[in-house]
């Protein structure tokens, strides 16, 4: 191998550095050549070579150079076993021999070998690590000339550690003792060999087996580094170096041959249950590697003064390859689970004024209770003793606990009158009497009143949230069915219908949320003309999907408030925050009482546990609201959701610190995009914060808000000044968002069963164009808008521009859909089952959506090439300098019928295919064609037809 796998660069090192890494070179040299002479059982050329092993181990020790703990007792084996050889004794003599006799065998071999010979050498190496002297002056000059009896520093196995007795005595023991690091040496030598006599690879199969190979030599090494020469440590380095550029490069025509979801399934596949996936085996490999070369750089840190120079680090290429496996490859760790013993009640001492005994009870009750009746009066029960405790405490969280019960239960005494007919007049009128209390009682807190009747000012607003669905169901109608025409065979759109698309659902998107801030403000302007405005400039401004522009009708409320507290004192700023929580406590009653907040969002800790207030070892009665219709309502109070003013009321997460308000100062607030903030807190809150629309208060003070935001996302990163503050989160941002999809990406086979609209078609498709706004500092808001901008920059060309904006209206169209066809926020959703209107009054668990198919099959056609475009420069180029593509439509028939069949849609599949396999050259993709068309005809009856084409 010689200078092939000469790895260091020598750059201002000293003579004594060169000298340490030619001798650990060529120690490695040697060692690979006795490797070659083992395998022909050469002996003569095996003495010779271990001669000159032992002649640069006695080299060293003369230059006062240091070897690897357990190199000496390495090469004292080596030397012991071919002693043994060389008299044809059995292996293990010299070992289980005593002093004398060993004396004795060394003198005869000594007598029987001639001088100067290369067996002479390993006799003398012998008698130096053994310390065995014989009485014969001639044969001892060597040793003597080494002074070995007067200089303790001469033995190369104190490589690490200072000389001392004892710790001679313990290695001397550990070579002695330990028989199997000949073996595993030898084994490692002989992988290595068996590495660099094979042929490039030619098959998957073949560049597995050399991935599974060089990972055990890298194993291999890293166990027995302490017994081999630091000049092999550095072969191995190179030899896996280059092998995960090739693998790199391998998998990076994987991914550009086959796609994302396709080159994932790839990396995650096993030969059987029990076995690792290539994935797994790859990521093992990497971070071996990884040990290997930082173990070294350890060790040479304290033996040379040319660390930076000794090894080669991690490319380009070996990041780009841990880049795809960190996105691609499943955790393979399955979560422990514990399962400690829980009490269902309240201990004696443990109580609180929200969790009393009666209020656990009562929680308990609720959860178990199937009657819906029954349940019903138990959440009447559970809001009295809280509507108690909340005229003791005046807590605005209290009012608000038992608001929401009582709606709760409202919603299951409804749902009993509409199915049984039954007048539940009393029940209605109890529940209306404690809501309007209640919303009196907050006011009394800060002695105030509305003179206006909690069920006057519900009704308008119901009426204005009515005119509003009223017209998203309307406008979503008439663009699917009027600008949404899409060829069923093709799938394509004209530009006429394009255009239309993208148009209509422009302006829709932007007058319904128009029209949703407007009753927002309407809200807490309400609330304003009731409680006094705040004494300052302030801005109360939507988040989400409402400053996105993908709000729907049945969206709930995420928000924040900026505030001014210039000139004001330490005591007028809590006074403006005790303000400002009031004014938030009372538009959140006033949310609830329309009867769409689902229990679980305001984690009433007696019925659902998420911030964790339960006595520590008291089971969580996890109750789930099944029957109350999810519509406006604030976001959930859960940790990981909570954008709302009062914003995260606990965590578990280690980095964060436990609540976090959003009632914050311009500068509070923008500083959460500084890069320290965003890794403490995760990139989310960043994110959301970063887009944001005013609902009403100081539009000045909004606008230096976004001002101060793009200030801070364009300066310097602090943790890789070579980018911006927004680059450098838009790439992690991409990164988790590609993770997160490509752990359950969307294939044809997803369409076979019921999905998330949210999760499945939406969120991927919308928030990776909103990372865009971060890769390349845009300054819009919503998604159609940001590629207007990108177009208008000359970064994306007008034809991709439209692909992707078409994919945005189809997924964020699709969730209007469903939502209106609910008439609630309800995520399931089945492509096989047909629309009925039956269906859906009996509260189907899912929503057919079958009639939106087309636009299916064309968002489909955009969202994979656009994935695989963004994995691929992600991983293997700089994705926010690369060149985008002049266009992100894929329209292969073999796909839309591919999802067709999942369907259940054979005549698709059929008209898909059919023209195409007439016209096809005869190929694996069209015997896949004919034999999807004998399935679809298979399916449908038709066995001649089916026949025909299985025969073809």
């Not at 040379?304 to 991690?314: A, D, G, Q, R």
């Not at 405490?393 to 709606?407: K, M, S």
Request: aromatic residues 8%; proline residues 2%; charged residues 30%.
């Amino acid at each position: 191998m010689g200078n092939n796998y000469a790895i260091i660069n020598f750059i201002d090192a000293t003579d004594t550095d060169v000298e340490w890494h030619a001798m650990s070179n060529k120690l490695g040299e040697l060692f690979l050549k006795l490797l070659n002479v083992e395998l022909i059982k050469d002996r003569s050329t095996r003495e010779e070579l271990l001669g000159q092993i032992v002649d640069t181990c006695f080299e060293a020790i003369d230059k006062s150079i240091k070897w690897p703990d357990g190199l000496s007792q390495l090469v004292d084996q080596l030397v012991q076993s071919e002693l043994e050889k060389a008299a044809g004794v059995d292996h293990g003599i010299l070992k289980q021999n005593d002093s004398k006799e060993t004396q004795a065998f060394i003198m005869t071999l000594k007598e029987r070998a001639p001088k100067e010979s290369s067996l002479q050498k390993l006799l003398q190496w012998y008698e130096h690590m053994s310390d065995i002297f014989v009485d014969d002056n001639k044969e001892r000059e060597h040793s003597t000339d080494l002074n070995i009896c007067e200089n303790p520093a001469r033995d190369s196995r104190h490589a690490f550690d200072e000389d001392s007795t004892e710790q001679q005595s313990d290695e001397h023991e550990l070579s002695l003792d330990n028989t199997d690091i000949l073996d595993n040496v030898s084994s490692l030598f002989r992988n290595i060999e068996k590495f660099l006599n094979w042929s490039p690879s030619s098959s998957n199969r073949e560049l597995d087996e050399r991935a599974q190979l060089i990972s055990k030599i890298v194993d291999d090494s890293i166990k027995n580094k302490h017994y081999i020469p630091d000049g092999l440590i550095e072969v191995v380095v190179k030899l896996t170096s280059h092998e995960l550029k090739v693998l790199s490069a391998t998998y990076k025509q994987i991914l550009k041959d086959n796609g994302a979801a396709a080159t994932r399934d790839y990396l995650n596949e096993k030969k059987d249950a029990s076995s690792e996936s290539r994935g797994h085996m790859l990521f093992n490999l990497l971070q071996g590697y990884d040990r290997l070369v930082e173990g070294n750089i350890k060790y040479n840190e304290v033996q040379t003064p040319t660390t930076s120079l000794n090894y080669v680090l991690p490319g380009v290429r070996i990041s780009q390859l841990k880049k795809l496996l960190e996105i691609c490859v499943n955790k393979n760790e399955a979560k422990k689970r514990t399962y400690e013993e829980k009490i269902d009640y309240i201990p004696e001492g443990t109580e609180s004024k929200e969790i009393t005994k009666v209020m656990y009870d009562l929680g308990k009750e609720i959860t178990k209770q199937t009657e819906v009746e029954k349940q019903a009066t138990l959440m009447c029960d559970l809001g009295k003793e809280y509507a108690d405790l909340a005229k003791e405490t005046g807590e605005g969280w209290h009012f608000n606990y038992a608001t929401a019960l009582y709606n709760t239960a409202l919603q299951r005494f409804k749902k009993i009158n509409a199915e049984n007919e039954v007048i539940l007049a009393d029940c209605f009128n109890n529940i209306q009497k404690q809501l309007q209390q209640l919303e009196t009682g907050l006011l009394k807190t800060v002695l105030k009143e509305n003179k206006e009747s909690l069920s006057k000012s519900r009704e308008r607003y119901k009426a204005v949230l009515e005119g509003i669905r009223k017209y998203s169901k309307e406008a979503i109608h008439d663009i699917q069915t009027e600008d949404m025409l899409i060829d069923s065979l093709t799938i394509e759109m004209n530009d006429e219908c394009q255009r239309r698309t993208i148009e209509n659902s422009k302006c829709y998107y932007d007058t319904l949320t128009s029209k949703i801030i407007e009753l927002h403000k309407l809200m807490i302007d309400d609330c304003i003309s009731v409680l006094g405005r705040p004494n300052c400039r302030f801005a109360i401004i939507g988040l989400g999907s409402l400053a996105r522009k993908e709000v729907t009708a049945w969206s709930d409320l995420e928000s924040a408030i900026l505030y001014d507290r210039t000139g004001k004192s330490k005591d007028e700023i809590d006074n403006l925050k005790r303000d400002f929580s009031i004014l938030v406590h009372y538009l959140h009653l006033k949310i609830i009482n329309l009867g769409e907040t689902k229990i679980n969002a305001l984690d009433i800790p007696v019925l659902c546990d998420f911030n964790c207030k339960l006595p520590k070892g008291v089971k969580d009665n996890d109750f789930h609201d099944e029957i109350t219709p999810q519509g406006l309502c604030f976001d959930g109070a859960l940790p990981k959701a909570s954008k709302i003013p009062f914003g995260r009321r606990s965590t578990k997460h280690p980095t964060k610190q436990d609540t976090l308000e959003l009632i914050m100062t311009l500068d509070e607030m923008s500083e959460c995009q500084l890069g320290e903030v965003s890794l403490k807190e995760g990139y989310h809150l960043s994110d959301v914060l970063l887009t944001s629309t005013l609902i009403t208060g100081d539009e000045s003070l909004w606008n230096e808000y976004n001002e101060k935001v793009h200030e801070i996302l364009s300066s310097r990163s602090t943790i890789d000044p070579k980018l911006s503050v927004g680059k450098e989160r838009g790439i992690e941002t991409l990164r988790e968002d590609l993770k997160a999809y490509l752990t359950k990406p969307l294939t044809p086979e997803s369409f076979n069963s019921q999905m998330r609209t949210k999760h499945n078609i939406y969120r991927f498709a919308t928030i990776s164009i909103n990372t865009l706004k971060l890769l390349h500092q845009c300054r819009s808001f919503s998604s159609l808008d940001i590629l207007d901008e990108l177009h208008d920059k000359q970064v994306l060309p007008a034809s991709a521009k439209i692909d992707l904006q078409l994919m945005v209206c189809m997924a964020i169209n699709m969730r209007h859909l469903v939502y209106g066809r609910c008439g609630q926020q309800r995520e399931m959703i089945s492509f096989v089952t047909s629309p009925s209107h039956d269906e859906l009054l009996a509260a189907s668990d899912h929503v057919s959506v079958r009639d939106y198919a087309p636009a299916i099959f064309r968002f489909y056609a955009t969202l994979i090439p656009w994935t695989d475009f963004l994995l691929y420069n992600f991983c293997f180029n700089d994705i926010s300098t690369c060149k985008y593509q002049s266009q992100y439509i894929n329209l292969n028939p073999q796909t839309s019928a591919s999802i067709q069949k999942e369907m259940y849609m054979f005549q698709g599949v059929i008209n898909s295919l059919e023209r195409e396999v007439e016209t096809s050259a005869k190929n694996s993709e069209t015997f896949a064609r004919l034999d999807a068309l004998g399935d679809a005809y298979n399916s449908k009856g038709e066995f001649d037809k089916a026949i025909k084409y299985y025969n073809k």
